[in-house]
């Protein structure tokens, strides 16, 4: 097996289309054709990196180090890992991860992993939020106040939550704020954050509403897997960073 790393900008169409396969194939899911030139193309941050391992001229696993800035420092969080079934336990996890990490170098990275891949992002270093394992459910009008602000460009801003193709997204205004919300379920609705800038996004006015944020003001219902990191400062993560809603 033979394992590369590359950036976004490298990849060509082909290339693009055994990725997505293999993605496919290992989650069997189906994915909007467009999906990848969406998410790491099209990506105002900039480039991603990508793990990728090749058997036979197969690709057979994938890795993404999905470029997602946190307050203006270069970041990357943890997405999108595939691995066909026939290859799985083979220690593939471990192989992808020490590559990217010579790659990323000292580099911010973040994730949300599962309860199956965190015990070993916690081997190669990674280390839990303290806090962050718990979702909040308040009055929309008491959770507003601790909302996190996203502080992002308006180009960002729309590619992440206007231009979504695998989740949708609504909005909230109250004076010079406009809260940004995904649906739980596609009947929950979670407040992510809010913004200095009006999106193109369906109005919603909940009454009550729910929140994975660490300093949101609310009552913990339940216990969810943390957030983990690993770079040099402690860093307090805000939920809409994360490719989960």
């Given amino acids: 097996m033979e394992i590369i790393s590359i950036y976004t900008s490298e990849i060509d169409k082909d290339l693009e289309e055994q990725i997505m396969k293999c993605f496919n194939i290992t989650f069997s899911e189906n994915k909007p054709s467009n999906y990848f030139k969406w998410k790491y193309k099209d990506n105002p941050f900039g480039d991603s990196l990508h793990v990728i391992v090749i058997d036979n001229n197969q690709v057979i696993a994938t890795r993404v180090f999905w470029r997602l800035d946190i307050n203006g420092v270069e970041s990357y969080q943890c997405v999108d890992t595939s691995v066909l079934p026939e290859y799985q336990g083979k220690g593939i996890f471990g192989k992808t991860v020490r590559t990217a990490l010579e790659q990323i170098g000292d580099k911010q990275i973040y994730n949300y992993p599962n309860e199956n891949s965190a015990p070993a992002y916690l081997k190669y270093g990674w280390k839990p939020i303290e806090n962050s394992n718990c979702i909040k459910f308040n009055l929309k009008l008491l959770l507003l106040p601790s909302s996190p602000k996203i502080d992002w460009t308006k180009k960002q801003l729309e590619w992440r939550f206007e231009n979504c193709l695998i989740s949708k997204y609504y909005q909230y205004n109250d004076g010079d704020?406009?809260?940004?919300?995904?649906?739980?379920?596609?009947?929950?609705?979670?407040?992510?954050?809010?913004?200095?800038?009006?999106?193109?996004?369906?109005?919603?006015?909940?009454?009550?509403?729910f929140s994975y944020d660490v300093n949101s003001k609310g009552i913990c219902i339940r216990k969810k897997l943390i957030y983990m990191y690993k770079f040099k400062n402690e860093l307090n993560l805000k939920s809409y960073l994360f490719d989960m809603i």
Avoid: D, Q
Avoid at 178 to 207: A, D, M, T
């Fill in 177 to 209: 704020r406009y809260y940004i919300f995904g649906l739980r379920r596609e009947k929950w609705p979670v407040l992510l954050g809010y913004s200095e800038f009006s999106l193109n996004l369906e109005y919603i006015n909940p009454l009550f509403c």
